[in-house]
């Protein structure tokens, strides 16, 4: 690469960032996007179990059932109301209720002669996240209740063998460590993909790449501009997001280097830029593009391993998704950020990501020319 | 003039952010006759067309049009009838993919004709205008002569007695200039109480208007007779006229334009052409053209908009590579990776192709640095053509800020900042003013003449092509003639250029000039037959007209089934989606990698690791070998489980020693973690009952028995949850986005002007253009459940009819949305990224998907609560996974019911029926 083209690189980049600067509304979205979007989606909607609306029938009313009703639970189930076996399936049926737990007539009786009573736990499992999950901690509640009612102790009998689970790299599951770093991530996809598609598309509309393609540059070194300007614009979102609001904010502690996460960064970066400008190349004006980019990035998003882990995909999505940069940077971003995972450990995926994103940067450049004068015909 | 005027206008201003379009304009303009407004772009002349023809909103000033204040709404809305407004801009307000008939058959619609009435009136306007040969051909295929000719036929499709046309002949080739004024002559014969009122920037055009008004700066500067004003100012062209009629100070700028002589010498052509085609698809845009340009001339390309001028300076530049023929730059074969030859061209594009955002110095500095010239040169160079083009005052200017005659001269300095040899202009001077236009022209002779620079220049302005030293006049895609201008004239025998130029144009084409009219003589006779001239006054134009109402739908539809990509999208997006989503999201946590590092390796650790091992849940990897082994491949997220069983485990537990298992869970998504803990701790306890049955041979345990239903998904499939679930997702998410964009294209492309100014009510336009994408959401939800049926096999266990019901008015609710939308969103990329934030959110976090709406708190609690999805979520998962129908889900059926009234008077109480 001669000193011309690094030259050309970095004019045009700068030119680029003036560009993204004079946009105020862009600018707002970036900075909304590393910081009120990653606190909202960290606090807010989450997979983890939260005032699940129980209902309880109580046939017994003994002072062991009642004792269920009102016992104190913790947060995340609310307190159950009394409810009539009628009222319960239409509530069920309505999604007012997604569990209800039946206390048989002479519960206490049969408990405290050791018969064993069953307790029937109704789970409405169309609600899939919350339903095992709910489901574990109500049994563990109920058990709780009556060896402590019977024995004064929560604790079960003795068992031979016993268990003791440690969770690592998050010791509590609390869903704000996983969904503002995974908030990240998506923001990262989401704008490169839109500011880099977008600027390309509103050169070609406004026929300033025209005018840039008749001046000694290459598209090449156009693109080159495009990648580095935009993505350093995110990258340091990104790294705001990161060490500001996702450290310091929401207190997520970061188990791996967070140098080393930007590098990895930077390497995605380049890859999602070059799908940007190649959706950029697809479209002929702006609205298609939107329409693209909303039928590409929510693939992108929830088929990396993000949302579902990968094992949980049918194979052939799973190899599908192997095309996509999205798929390594979220293995190696887990990788490092959850669990202090080194340069040893993501190399490949590293390398594996950089590949992917040179073959998207080489069809776009491949298109360039051709898509430039397609424009306002 | 003695006849009370068609139009008056006092003390009105409008303004646009800071610039001021209209500077208290009082004018009266008279009825029965041609007025013109003349003046360059950006004089106030469009604002002005708008604002009598009621399109626009008046801010300040009052406006009488056919003796009533147009500014008044029920005013407005009888007059509205009488009016015809063709707003600037090929074919703005008319729609590109639908055909000629369609076109013109829907603005008959608008006016509430009936079926035969239009097809008699559509008839006769084709045939007199000469496009009946074209009926069924899209309009988007017309040149710009027909296109005008078309939107002529839709505003006299209802008869006005004001026809108001913003620019109607602008980028239009001569013969079909002639042409149009011909028509409009043969149309005021017919109906010679209609009043016509036009803007035009050619001052040659004005000629034949009986009365102008000469508009600069937002005042109206001179009125009169042509003649009047011809002898007021003691000129004999009306160009003359108009510069002398330009304030002192913007006079003092001009002087008259002389042209030293070129000097031929006999050097190498700086350009040649031979052959050159260009095609797309079946469409040739230049057809075999040749010709060859000499150093240090000006060499002009005249013809009309769409002729093949810019095609052909792109294959000169290296943008477009030929189909055929050869272009040579200096000798060299054009090639588009030659960046050598780049360094010696300049090049200005139709459009204004600088960055807007940036400085003047900014533009300059950057375009300097891009052609790398020295750093030492840079500076002295810069300041050099600043003060060459007059750019100082404006240097730190952004410069989308600059008047569109700076940013022209701006255009051009950056084209030869570099010095180049050639200089390649496509159309620079569109739109500027005379006084500005001559002071470009100064500075390309100077070019020419002194730097012995090459121009090779396009225009369509006959004055312009005169001056060049040779010009080809060209015409759908061919070179017609390449001559001096004088050469030309004195081939035809003609006095004038424009005239030669027809003359040619009558030969390439066949057409003559008077044909047109003769075509439309025969007919007045014919029109008897109609119900005389006044379909408009019959109707009310302001009740509510289904037929205009359904005029919208059919057009909307036919737009959309020509329009592949959104079409593609509203059908085949909701399947992709659902497919993603359906293979995507699965809860389902399965197929868990785990190890164990066994420490003690006896029988029992062995039977414990397969205990695990044998569920369903985890697949078992190679044995742990020590605790780095563990702390290795749990940090590579290999492991999504770890059991550590202690060094005499198997001893401990035959001697009741109680042991203890370690178990390592990968947490770093929490669902995940939490379930593989579940998991665990489910199979360690059946496990451990085991052993006490084993031992004792007595059940032991619990004192309770907790039975475990899963209702409505026996099976605990993901996908049985997720197909219900994702489809209120799907149909509130497209159908939202197609819909807000149909409405904000309108908005984008300007055919919203006829909602302004015809008689179509606000509801009318939007439950029109809203049943298309009913029907559309209605097959796409179809597609869904045929998806889920053959590709996902989830069984629909209720009512499909309270499905199918449901999603009816889902549909209409969120089509309803996107509406709501639309109204405030003015761009379709807004329109789409506002809709799409706007729908997702609310849907996926409160609306019932993962926590039901009764379960939450607050704001989301009322989000929830005032949102279509959250209703049809409980009756598509009540139909598919707990046989559910009417009777169940009737109180989701009113309040989905209730959200398309509220959307709908929301929608057209903020759409407005003016524009601001």
Request: hydrophobic share 45%; glycine share 8%; with cysteine.
């Amino acid at each position: 690469m001669s000193w011309a083209t690094l030259s050309n690189i970095y004019r045009l980049g700068l030119k680029e960032l003036k560009s993204l600067w004079a946009d105020k509304v862009l600018l707002i979205l970036i900075c909304w996007a590393f910081t009120g979007a990653i606190y909202t989606a960290a606090t807010g909607a989450s997979q983890e179990l939260r005032n699940a609306p129980v209902a309880v029938v109580d046939e017994d009313q003994s002072p062991l059932s009642r004792r269920r009703v009102g016992a104190g639970d913790p947060p995340d189930v609310r307190p159950p109301p009394p409810a009539t076996q009628a009222e319960l399936d239409q509530g069920m049926d309505s999604g007012r209720y997604n569990f209800t737990l039946i206390i048989p007539a002479n519960f206490q009786h049969d408990v405290q002669a050791g018969r064993r009573p069953d307790v029937q736990l109704n789970i409405d499992a169309t609600i899939m996240s919350q339903a095992f999950i709910g489901a574990t901690y109500i049994k563990s509640i109920a058990l709780g209740e009556v060896n402590e009612y019977l024995t004064g102790k929560r604790d079960s009998a003795a068992t031979p063998i016993r268990l003791s689970t440690r969770v690592r790299f998050n010791p509590n599951l609390t869903g704000v460590w996983f969904g503002g770093v995974m908030e990240v991530i998506n923001n990262v996809t989401m704008l490169t993909i839109i500011l880099v598609g977008a600027a390309f598309i509103r050169e070609r509309e406004h026929g300033t790449i025209e005018h840039l393609l008749v001046m000694p540059l290459t598209p090449f070194e156009i693109m080159m501009a495009k990648i580095w300007a935009n993505g350093l614009a995110v990258l340091l979102g990104a790294s705001f997001a990161l060490i500001v609001m996702v450290q310091h904010v929401l207190q997520v502690p970061i188990a791996g280097s967070v140098p080393l996460f930007l590098a990895a960064a930077a390497c995605y970066l380049f890859a999602a830029a070059s799908i940007g400008i190649f959706l950029g190349t697809l479209a002929r004006s702006m609205p298609q593009l939107g329409l693209l980019i909303i039928l590409s990035i929510i693939p992108l998003l929830l088929l990396s391993g993000g949302v579902t882990p990968r094992e949980s995909m049918p194979a052939i999505v799973g190899n599908i998704m192997l095309g996509a940069p999205t798929t390594y940077f979220v293995r190696l971003a887990q990788g490092i950020l959850y669990r202090g995972a080194g340069l040893d450990v993501v190399w490949r995926d590293l390398l594996a990501m950089t590949a992917v994103g040179a073959v998207f940067f080489n069809i776009a450049l491949f298109r360039f020319r051709k898509a430039v004068t397609q424009t306002q015909i | 003039m003695d006849r009370a005027p068609v139009a008056r206008l006092s003390g009105v201003s409008q303004r646009y952010g800071a610039a001021v379009a209209l500077d208290a304009v009082d004018i009266a303009l008279p009825a029965g006759c041609m007025v013109g407004l003349i003046g360059p772009d950006g004089v106030g002349k469009s604002s002005l067309l708008a604002l009598v023809s009621g399109a626009r909103q008046i801010q300040q000033g009052r406006v009488e049009v056919l003796g009533g204040d147009i500014g008044e709404r029920h005013f407005r809305a009888s007059a509205l009838p009488r009016i015809a407004y063709m707003p600037q801009g090929l074919g703005k307000n008319l729609y590109p993919t639908l055909s000629v008939f369609e076109n013109v058959d829907f603005f008959g619609r608008l006016f509430g004709q009936g079926k035969r009435e239009r097809a008699e009136r559509i008839a006769e306007l084709l045939a007199s205008t000469g496009l009946a040969p074209f009926r069924e051909r899209p309009a988007a295929k017309l040149s710009g002569g027909m296109k005008q000719k078309l939107g002529l036929c839709c505003a006299l499709i209802h008869d006005p007695d004001l026809l108001i046309l913003d620019e109607p002949t602008t980028g239009v080739d001569p013969l079909s200039r002639c042409q149009f004024w011909e028509l409009i002559d043969s149309i005021r014969a017919r109906r010679p109480g209609m009043s016509v009122l036009v803007a035009t920037a050619y001052m040659e055009e004005a000629e034949r208007f009986d009365w102008l008004a000469a508009m600069d700066g937002g005042r109206v500067i001179g009125r009169g007779t042509p003649a009047e004003l011809r002898a007021q100012t003691g000129q004999a062209t009306l160009d003359g006229a108009f510069i002398r009629l330009l304030p002192e100070a913007r006079r003092q700028a001009h002087r008259a334009l002389v042209i030293p002589p070129r000097v031929a010498d006999g050097d190498l052509p700086a350009i040649e052409a031979q052959g050159l085609v260009q095609q797309f698809g079946d469409f040739t845009a230049v057809d075999h053209v040749s010709f060859r340009i000499e150093r240090g001339e000006i060499f002009g390309f005249l013809g009309s908009n769409g002729c093949g001028k810019t095609t052909t300076m792109k294959m000169l530049t290296g943008l477009l590579p030929p189909t055929a023929g050869l272009a040579r730059l200096f000798g060299k074969a054009v090639d588009a990776g030659d960046l050598e030859t780049r360094k010696q061209v300049g090049y200005m594009s139709q459009s204004f192709s600088l960055y807007g955002e940036l400085t003047v110095a900014a533009n300059l500095d950057l375009h300097a640095r891009l052609f790398h010239l020295p750093d030492e040169r840079r500076g002295p160079r810069i300041a050099e053509l600043m003060q060459r083009f007059g750019l100082e005052p404006y240097a730190g200017q952004p410069a989308a800020e600059l008047p569109l005659g700076i940013r022209q001269r701006l255009s051009l300095a950056v084209a030869v900042v570099h010095e180049p040899k050639l200089l390649i202009l496509d159309e620079p001077t569109s739109g500027v003013d005379p006084v500005a236009r001559d002071q470009f022209w100064a500075l390309l002779v100077e070019l020419s003449r002194q730097q012995g620079v090459t121009i090779f220049i396009s225009t369509h302005f006959m004055n312009e092509a005169e001056r060049c030293d040779r010009i080809s006049l060209m015409h759908a895609g061919k070179v017609l003639a390449s001559d001096t201008p004088a050469g030309l004239c004195a081939a035809r025998g003609e006095a004038t250029l424009e005239e030669a130029f027809i003359s040619y144009l009558e030969e390439a084409t066949g057409v003559s000039k008077g044909s047109v009219s003769h075509a439309a003589e025969p007919l007045p006779e014919s029109n008897a037959a109609l119900p005389v001239g006044h379909s408009n006054g019959a109707k009310h134009p302001g009740a509510f007209s289904l037929r205009r109402l359904l005029g919208y739908a059919y057009r909307e539809s036919l737009e959309l089934r020509r329009d592949p990509i959104r079409l593609a999208f509203a059908l085949l997006g909701s399947v992709l989606l659902m497919f993603v989503l359906g293979f995507g999201i699965s809860l389902d946590v399965e197929g868990l990698r785990f190890a164990a590092l066994d420490r003690d390796q006896s029988p029992e650790s062995r039977a414990y690791i397969q205990n695990i091992a044998g569920s369903r849940y985890f697949i078992e990897r190679a044995p742990i070998v020590d605790d780095a082994d563990l702390d290795r491949r749990m940090k590579n997220g290999e492991l999504a489980l770890a059991i550590d069983i202690p060094a005499n485990f198997g001893r401990d537990l035959r001697r009741s020693h109680w042991p203890e298992v370690g178990v390592w869970v990968d947490g770093a998504m929490p669902y995940r973690g939490e379930t593989v803990r579940g998991y665990v701790q489910g199979l360690h306890l059946d496990y451990v009952q085991q052993i006490i049955r084993d031992k004792t041979g007595a059940s032991a345990g619990y004192p309770v028995n907790i039975v475990s239903r899963y209702r409505y998904n026996q099976d605990f499939k993901s996908i049985y949850a997720m197909v219900p679930a994702v489809i209120p997702i799907l149909l509130i998410f497209i159908p939202a986005i197609l819909m807000a964009l149909g409405v904000v294209r309108e908005k984008e492309l300007g055919s919203i002007t006829n909602l302004y100014v015809t008689p179509v009510t606000r509801l009318e336009f939007l439950l029109g253009k809203q049943l298309p994408y009913i029907v559309v959401a209605l097959i796409s939800f179809a597609l869904l459940v045929i998806q889920s049926q053959l590709m996902f096999q989830v069984p629909i266990k209720g009512s499909l009819a309270a499905l199918c019901c449901g999603a009816f008015l889902y549909v209409v609710a969120t089509t309803g949305f996107g509406l709501l939308i639309s109204t405030f969103t003015s761009t379709q990329i807004a329109a789409l990224f506002g809709t799409a934030i706007l729908t997702i959110l609310p849907t996926v976090s409160f609306s019932g998907l993962t926590t039901p709406v009764a379960a939450l708190e607050g704001a989301s609690y009322w989000i929830g609560q005032c949102f279509p999805a959250s209703y049809f979520l409980i009756v598509s998962r009540g139909t598919f996974t707990k046989a559910l129908g009417f009777a169940d889900l009737w109180p989701q059926f009113l309040a989905l019911a209730c959200f398309i009234p509220v959307l709908t008077v929301l929608s057209v109480l903020l759409l407005r029926k003016q524009e601001k």
